[in-house]
């Protein structure tokens, strides 16, 4: 989900503020590799109450003032985030995404027990209109969706296990949606399976660990990680 269609929900017209600091892993003269704490917007929101975001942050530094999105995080989700420097940067590096030339996965920790070891999803996704601003499987009109996915860890005592996950395709809601389908939904989501998993966790358990891009100057991969926290 998109922050701005998060915050066209009354759920979410007030953003708690988040005090966890935006950490530049990777600086570099064209592009920054940043780690986006939980809790925080990639950017403004509509009301006052949501000016504070990853971009108008990076921007306020003094060596960071051209910043600008080149993809985005929900809110509730933390982790690798890379951020242009240039007109140049943010072409070539939204090229790399459109084309699917980038390489990430993110960490979740999901509901029950997984009983194979890895596997793919592919549904494919659209906008549910009346249930905005979440997504739903379709398959008449939704665009094509994929996501691998490989067991790390089962947690036998909790009921849950956490997975490595590798989106091919990169959908709203994606990762929570297909998590959903496999018939483990993402611990704490507040928007899919709620009134359970929500109260399993006190965050989204879903975290960018590493994404790779080319630097477009140099034309070599640069990869940056950032530890998950749960």
């Known amino acids: ?6 915050l066209q929900n009354s759920d979410y017209h007030i953003v708690p503020f988040c005090p966890s600091p935006v950490q530049i892993i990777k600086p570099n003269k064209n592009f920054l590799m940043i780690n986006k704490p939980a809790g925080l917007l990639t ?30 995080l929900d809110m509730a989700t933390s982790g690798i985030m890379v ?21 990430k996965h993110y960490i979740a920790v999901v509901d029950g027990i997984v009983k194979e070891d890895s596997g793919a999803i592919d549904k494919p996704m659209i906008a549910d209109w009346p249930n905005r601003p979440k997504q739903k ?15 790390l860890e089962r947690d036998l005592k909790n009921n849950r296990t956490r997975l490595q996950l590798k989106p091919i395709t990169g959908r ?15 611990l704490g989501c507040n928007l899919y399976n709620a009134n359970d998993s929500e109260q399993k966790a006190n965050r989204l358990l879903l975290h960018a660990e590493q994404l790779t891009i080319t630097d477009p100057k140099s034309n070599k ?10």
């Open 43 to 72: 950017i403004p929101g509509r009301h006052e109450e949501n000016k504070d975001c990853m971009i108008t942050r990076l921007q306020s530094h003094h060596k960071s003032q051209t910043a600008t999105v080149v993809h985005r």
């Open 83 to 103: 951020v242009a420097l240039t007109k140049a940067a943010h072409r070539d590096i939204s090229k790399q995404f459109e084309l699917r030339q980038t390489n």
């Open 221 to 230: 991969p640069v990869t940056a990680i950032a530890d998950c926290p749960f």
């Open 137 to 151: 499987i379709c398959y008449d009109d939704g665009k094509k969706a994929i996501t691998h996915w490989t067991v």
């Open 172 to 186: 709203s809601h994606q990762l929570r949606l297909h998590c959903l389908a496999l018939g483990h939904p993402i």
């Open 1 to 6: 989900m998109s922050d701005q269609a998060k």
